[in-house]
Every structure is written in C-alpha cells, then in structure tokens.
C-alpha cells in the first residue's frame, strides 16, 4: 500500500538502502502492519487557525548536523477544527530546522519547505543526513524541514515503544484481526493526545502556520513521495498562499488504501521485471539470460525459503518474503541493483542470506547522536507506527468492524487471484495490507475529494516509468485531479527521479529558481 508514500523518500545519495527508508517515504503499508493505530480525521475547515508563536531559532538538539543549521519549535493547534473531540483542545510543538541561504542577501528567494517522504520519515533528520543532495537550491533558499506531527521530535506515536517485533507474523484472519486490535489498544494507550489528530489534512494545515512563522507570503515547497500527497492537500485547502510547487514521485490522491496496495504490487513487480532485464545482460548473472525464466527462479525462491528458511547470523530466520522485504528495498535505486545481484547471486549458489540481510542495513555505522538535554526521544517504532495512522487517517473506507473471521477470509480469497496476478511476489505481502484499517472509525474523505481546485498556481510533477512505490499512473491521475500541472515523465528506474537524473534535477530547480516551467508534458531519458 502506500507506503509510499514512503521513496518510503526515504532514498539518500550515500548508496545505502538503509537510508532509502529514511529519506524518501514509499508510502508502503507491508512491513508496518502492526504498527499503529487507525485515527480519524475530520473534514477541513474553511479557514486556518492563527499561528500561536514564531520560530525562535536555536541549536538543534540532536548532533551532529550540518554547519550553519539551526533548529526550533512552532506551536500548532491539537485540534485545527476547535470542537474538542477527543483530547480535547491544546496546542502541540513542531520541530522545524533550516538551513540558511549560502548566496548573498540580495539573491535570496526565501524559504523552501521540504517534505521527504513517508508518512513516517522525520524530515530534519532528513535533511542532515544530506544536504548536499540539494547544494545549488540552497544557494537561493533557506532550506526548511519539519516533523510532522506525531513524526521524530513532533510528538511522536508509538504503540509500544520497541523496534518493529520480528519473528512468525500472524496466520489467518482471525489471528491478523486480533494482532490488529491489540496493536490499535496500545497505541491509543502510549501516544497521548495527539494520535486522533494525524493525518495529512492537519498537517498541511500546520505547513501554513509554518508558512506565516517564516514570514513568507506564499509556501514554495518540494516535496517527494508521501511529500506530493502533502503538496497536493496543501495547495487545494490554501491554493492562494500557494507558490512555487515541485512533487517527485506522485501518490495518489484518488484509490482506496486497498486499491493502492495492488497498484503497489503492480509497480513492484515491474520495477523487478526492469532489474532482471538489466541482470540478464551483466555477465553472471545468477538467472542467465532469460528473463521468463528469471522471474519464475526469483518465484521459486521465496516459495522456497517460505516453507524451509534460512538461518543467518546470530540464528536469525530469513523467509521468503524477507527476500521479497530486500528486494523491494535495492528497487529503489539503480545504484543498488549491482548488490542486488550479487546478493540474490549468494542465496542460490551458496545458501547464504547474508547479502540480502545487508541490503537493508547502513554500509557503515551512523556516527554517534549526541542528545541536548531535555530532547524529545523518537520511540524505535515511530516511523512505522506513524506510517499506519496516518494512512488510515487519510481514508474513509472501512470494512464492517463487526464481520467474523470467515467473512474476512472470504474477502481475503476472493482478493487473492488479483494480487497473485499482479505479482506472485510481492502480491502476498500486499494483500495482507488491506486488512491495516480493518473495522476502524472512517479517516477524511477531503483528499479523495480534490478536484481541480479553483485558484492553484501551475505545479511541477516528477513522475518515474519504473517506480516501484508510486507508479507513473498516479502522476497522469493527480494532473487531471489537480488540473494546472505540468509532468517531467522520467523513462528511468527507481523511487524518484530528482537523485538519479540531471534532467529531473534541472527542470524542478528552474522552476523552482526562476520560476520558469514550460506546458505540456515534458521528457527525460533514462539515465540523463
């Protein structure tokens, strides 16, 4: 599912997967499904609350950062339509960072708020972690990053506190439905306040508080992955304080979370048709060179390690779908398909696991985080915890709360052909998604609702042909829902396209720059 939001921009240009995850957000609900709560979100309301405070720029309380990037809080309200459901009313502190402006006063452009993906991903830790992906926009922007709320140090949910539980997932619907519950209990237990406040309608609503804290007129904004769902919502609930705006690797604003999650498969399978392709031409390819048989080889494989896994260091279990896990994860960059092969190279002539287990950790250990007294700590399973709610608080379908296990697994078989047909692979991880908001209170139906919002100014979008998280149909269906748009159609592979290709990267800091953006559909070739 999505979520995507999620490059789950979750993709950094280190090369390491791992920071895939934190980077750009896929928008991918598989591997987090017991991780949070549903919450509900209401409708918007037809104007934003004033700003409670500035900004009091200060050093950030996590180290180390960039020179020069200064960090601080923007109190919001807890509750943006004021009736007091739930917690009740009260405000909550957002952690914003920037990064100032390298050019001379007299060519700055202002503030350009940034969202890199999720929903789940922290976007200051974002951003320090590499700033230079995005050097020559800082020349004539301060570069602004936020957590969203209940993200990193913005109040952050949890549903327990502990790292994502590893191990047997549950089996059949009634085992899932009861994991679910519990998940969901705990969750309201040790997230406080603010979990029936998530969602993107609340957060784009706090984006023009920190609008007006910035003293900016208009929000120029980027914003990838989950980030696009998050510019779209922006600009159709204040699309007069809406200025310059570029989404890379479009969401879509339109299918339920079920729907998405076949789509998901859909991309997933042909981003791994796109890498075997690329595999069969590389001398030793562990497939060869037919890539029909390819696919059924990489089939046979996780059906494989399903039924008899391997064990890896320090006797962990590694299953077929933590293969498809890994994969999914090296799909979302072309520099990682060279370790993708040489890792899928190691489980089929060696037995050995190890390649794969390392796609989805840091080549090297992050340095040490220093903590300034007093910091809000980010519980371990925060990202994922967030991922659940907010996608769930972003949709308004719900199964029936009160149907028994056999019609949930009536439901569940009648779905299953589709999602074996769009993907034997990653079909089976995806189905199980659909069961994330299972018999929870109805999210928004505001976004679902956008349709070509009057007053929006023209906006940029990126959108991938190989994308394994936000398919390229979601960029062609968001232009029509937004109306005033233009698309850099990118014929390249991988989550996003402003790292891979220069072309990307020069349309969206032109316009973002100076403004220019040509009509009409424009093209940029793989690998250019």
């Known amino acids: 599912m999505h979520r995507s939001c999620s490059r789950s921009r979750s993709r950094s240009r280190s090369g390491s997967p791992a920071r895939a995850r934190t980077r750009i957000g896929t928008g991918v609900f598989g591997t987090a499904l017991a991780g949070a709560l549903l919450a509900a979100v209401p409708g918007p309301a037809p104007a934003p609350a004033p700003a409670r405070t500035g900004i009091e720029w200060g050093a950030c309380p996590e180290k180390p950062v960039p020179a020069g990037m200064r960090c601080g809080t923007l109190t919001v309200p807890l509750d943006h339509e004021g009736n007091g459901k739930g917690a009740g009313p ?149 699309p007069r304080h809406t200025g310059r705006m570029a989404l890379d690797g479009v969401d879509t604003l339109t299918e339920p979370l079920g729907e998405q999650a076949l789509l998901s498969a859909v991309g997933q399978q042909r981003a791994l048709d796109n890498f075997l392709v690329w595999c069969a031409h590389r001398q030793g390819c562990v497939y060869g060179t037919n890539t029909r ?122 779905l299953q052909p589709l999602f074996l047909a769009a993907s034997p692979i990653f079909g089976p991880r995806q189905l199980m998604t659909v069961l994330a908001c299972y018999g929870r209170p109805a999210g928004t139906d505001f976004i679902r609702r956008i349709d070509r919002p009057a007053g929006i100014p023209r906006i940029l979008l990126v959108g991938t042909r190989g994308d394994p998280a936000t398919p390229y149909e979601w960029t062609e269906e968001t232009a029509k829902r937004l ?42 070739p793989a690998g250019e």
């Not at 405000?91 to 402006?101: C, E, G, H, N, S």
């Not at 709320?149 to 539980?165: E, F, H, K, L, Q």
């Not at 609340?202 to 914003?223: I, T």
């Open 90 to 238: 009260g405000t909550l502190r957002i952690a914003v960072a920037k990064l100032p402006a390298t050019a001379p006063g007299g060519k700055r452009l202002g503030s350009l708020v940034m969202n890199f993906g999720g929903p789940g991903a922290p976007g200051i830790s974002t951003l320090a972690a590499d700033p230079n992906a995005f050097a020559e926009l800082n020349k004539r922007y301060d570069l602004v990053a936020f957590d969203p709320r209940g993200v990193g140090r913005s109040a952050p949910i949890t549903c327990g506190g502990g790292a994502p539980a590893g191990g047997a997932a549950p089996t059949g619907p009634a085992a899932e439905l009861a994991a679910l519950r519990a998940v969901a209990k705990r969750c309201a237990l040790d997230s406080g306040p603010v979990l029936p406040y998530v969602g993107t309608v609340s957060v784009a609503r706090d984006m023009d508080l920190l609008r007006q804290a910035l003293g900016e007129d208009k929000l120029d904004f980027l914003g990838f992955s989950y980030g696009t769902r998050l510019g779209a919502v922006y600009a159709a609930l204040f």
């Open 293 to 414: 048989t390819a696919k059924e080889k990489v089939q046979a494989l996780v059906t494989r390690l399903d039924a008899a896994p391997l064990t890896g260091e320090g006797g962990l279990r590694f299953t077929g779908q933590d293969v498809a896990d890994a994969i999914a994860i090296a799909l979302y960059s072309q520099k990682w398909w060279p370790d993708l092969a040489d890792a899928l190279a190691l489980v089929e002539r060696g037995g050995d696991p190890v390649g794969l287990m390392q796609l989805g950790g840091p080549d090297d250990p992050p340095p040490p985080r220093e903590e300034a007294a007093g910091a809000v700590a980010v519980p371990a399973d925060n990202a994922a915890a967030a991922l659940v709610a907010v996608n769930c608080a972003d949709d308004p379908d719900r199964g029936d709360a009160k149907a028994s296990p056999a019609a949930v697994a009536q439901e569940l078989g009648e």
């Open 483 to 524: 109306g005033n748009t233009v698309i850099v159609d990118y014929k390249g592979d991988g989550h996003t396209g402003y790292d891979a290709s220069r072309c990307v990267q020069g349309y969206v800091n032109h316009f973002l720059i100076d403004g220019r953006l040509p009509s009409g559909t424009r093209s940029c």
